[in-house]
């Protein structure tokens, strides 16, 4: 037989037999497949194939409202329309600004501001404008690719209702910045479209941010809105009530009116704060809707610093108020004794320096000493406690620390304690225990600081914290606000009799004393002068502390006026006013009637 006639059907199986073992192999791996697809995973599927065919949309919570101690409200929310955009669309696209700017009537540059202040977020769409109008919006919103990347919506915007009495207290809201991310997640808070800058806007964030709402829409391939699938309602923050009397921090405003300076009112049984006013202020409104670099730079170089919260920050030497501590130091020391007098020749010699009194008082004792304000008899029971017992009661009473109110960038104020001085290097001389004994310097304490002071003498040794947080209700609560306890932070142990030889030398202080235009009928209240030097050949600070009633205080008040000499001239006057508005004057009152009454009030007491 030929070669060329030999069977191939060894070959032919084989070749069969391999292809119906890759076809079975592929119908395994198929069906497989399918089982995967259709068992194990299929759950995540479909979570996925919803997930393209709708839509989430966040919704801003409504921010908390803030009301003061009688219910009246100093922050709420209010609805406007806010135009966004999104920083890299607009970067790509930057025509579209220069068409929004002729739509909203603004200089583009300040929209450029905004964005470029929110680069480090550039896919989010960031507030531009707040407050546009109805017409303005409705154009905007019908733009659509016209104006690509840029978005209107109706957002709970917070509203502050007096900018200007209460800037320093309650800060402002607006987008964060990088600054306020890393803070916030810090403190574990979840990051929110608007957040609290300063004041009580910043420190209460947690309680007043509230959670965002949540809606899903169902959307065909072309993205069209279907149906909603599902809404879930942003829940606004909490409540917060203050401490503030609002009445009374807009009457004390006006009081400060044209001066540079700052007064506090305080509960001194409680640490509640009544009134806190720096002066002179800004008006916080100029924030709303972010403010611009130019409108910033001018806040920032404007000479009065009205945006320094000088009740809180600002350090003054606190002058002859300071002679209160230098008389519990005497006392704690054992050689207090107010029948003991001390020669005045007008001034007090140690060495060859010679310290300056207000006056030639001659033999004086502890009673007229402080009524006067002596500063020969104060440096002599100063030296003689010594420096240490001087440092230990200025521990007590707080002095070189924060107080832990509720406001941020609170200042220690400063006081010479022995790690202080070997820190700065310097050698301590009993000319500076003079120094210190009539508030002088190295001592600077805040007008905060020294309100805690007289809130100590009201309550014959006992200090409570100072807070603005009076009270907070929970959202879609309608059961009183729970109101916070007092918290005594320190007590300093003096016999009865010595706070009675105080408390009655406060009260001549006013009867009698430096500050007789702090006179208030049918009051017995006390009080202490002190104008504090700061600057060679300038006007002194005028400072006034007081404590209202004597018998069973209800309000104490510390008042600093920058360089315009005597406390009893100046500050005391004001100080008086405030508290006869508070423990006189009804809760609200017409605002013409309250601008009249101020102007009278001042004219009155500083002619």
Not at 34 to 44: K, N
Not at 271 to 279: C, Q, T
Not at 324 to 333: D, E, K
Not at 372 to 396: M, P, W
Request: hydrophobic fraction near 40%; charged fraction near 20%.
């Amino acid at each position: 037989m030929s070669v060329i006639h030999i069977p191939r059907k060894n070959e032919l199986d084989l070749r069969a037999a391999g292809f119906l073992i890759a076809v079975g192999i592929a119908l395994v791996c198929f069906f497989l497949r399918l089982w995967y697809l259709q068992l194990v995973i299929a759950p995540e599927l479909a979570d996925k194939a919803t997930a393209l065919r709708t839509v989430a949309v966040k919704r801003i919570a409504p921010r908390g409202l803030i009301l003061d101690r009688n219910g009246v409200r100093l922050a709420g929310v209010m609805p406007k329309w806010v135009v966004t955009a999104t920083p890299f669309q607009a970067k790509a696209n930057p025509w579209v600004i220069q068409k929004l700017a002729v739509l909203l009537a603004v200089p583009q540059e300040k929209l450029w501001e905004k964005i470029k202040a929110n680069e480090w977020r550039p896919h989010i769409p960031i507030p531009i404008f707040v407050g546009a109008d109805i017409g303005v919006a409705t154009k905007i919103a019908e733009s659509g690719d016209y104006l690509p990347g840029i978005y209107v919506d109706t957002q709970p915007m917070r509203v502050l209702f007096d900018t200007l009495a209460f800037s320093h207290i309650m800060g402002y809201v607006w987008t964060p910045n990088d600054t306020d991310v890393t803070r916030l997640k810090a403190q574990g808070i979840e990051i929110p479209e608007y957040v609290g800058k300063n004041g009580i806007e910043r420190e209460y964030e947690r309680l007043l941010q509230g959670r965002r709402g949540i809606d899903r829409f169902e959307v065909d391939n072309k993205r069209r809105l279907k149906r909603v699938v599902q809404r879930n309602a942003p829940q606004p923050g909490s409540r917060i009530l203050l401490s503030i009397d609002s009445d009374l921090q807009k009457y004390a405003t006006g009081l400060l009116k044209g001066y540079r300076g700052a007064a506090v009112a305080m509960d001194p049984t409680t640490g509640e704060i009544l009134a806190m006013v720096s002066s002179p202020s800004f008006d916080s409104s100029m924030f709303e809707g972010g403010i611009s670099k130019i409108d910033y730079d001018k806040l920032l170089s404007d000479p009065g610093i009205p945006e320094l919260n000088r009740a809180v920050v600002a350090r003054y030497a606190p002058g002859s108020t300071f002679k209160i501590v230098t008389a519990m130091a005497s006392q704690l020391s054992g050689k207090f004794n107010p029948n003991r007098t001390v020669y005045c020749p007008g001034y007090h010699v140690l060495g060859n320096k010679k310290t300056k009194c207000l006056g030639v008082h001659g033999a004086i004792s502890f009673h007229a000493a402080f009524t006067q304000s002596c500063n020969t008899y104060f440096a002599t029971i100063g030296l003689e406690a010594g420096i240490d017992e001087l440092r230990r009661v200025a521990e007590l009473c707080g002095l070189g620390e924060q107080t832990g109110i509720d406001l941020p960038s609170e200042s220690k104020g400063t006081f010479p304690f022995a790690e202080w001085i070997e820190k700065k290097k310097e050698t301590w001389y009993r000319g500076d225990t003079v120094n210190t004994s009539i508030g002088q310097g190295y001592v600077t304490t805040t007008p905060l600081q020294m309100a805690c002071i007289a809130a100590l003498v009201a309550n014959q040794g006992t200090i409570f914290q100072p807070h603005l947080l009076r009270g907070i209700q929970e959202p879609g609560k309608t059961s009183p606000p729970a109101l916070q306890a007092a918290k005594q932070i320190n007590r300093i142990e003096l016999p009865p009799e010595f706070w009675r030889v105080l408390h009655n030398a406060m009260v001549s202080v006013i009867e009698s004393g430096t500050a007789t235009k702090a006179k208030i009928p049918n009051l017995v209240w006390g009080g202490k002068t002190g104008s504090s030097e700061h600057q060679s050949g300038s006007k002194t600070h005028a400072w006034f502390v007081g404590v209202a009633p004597t018998i069973s205080p209800k309000i104490v008040v510390s008042v600093v006026i920058e360089g315009v000499g005597h406390g009893g001239e100046f500050s005391a006057p004001i100080a008086g006013a405030i508290v006869q508005r508070y423990l006189f004057k009804p809760a609200k009152l017409d605002s013409a009637e309250a601008k009249t009454s101020t102007a009278s009030v001042i004219s009155e007491r500083v002619r």
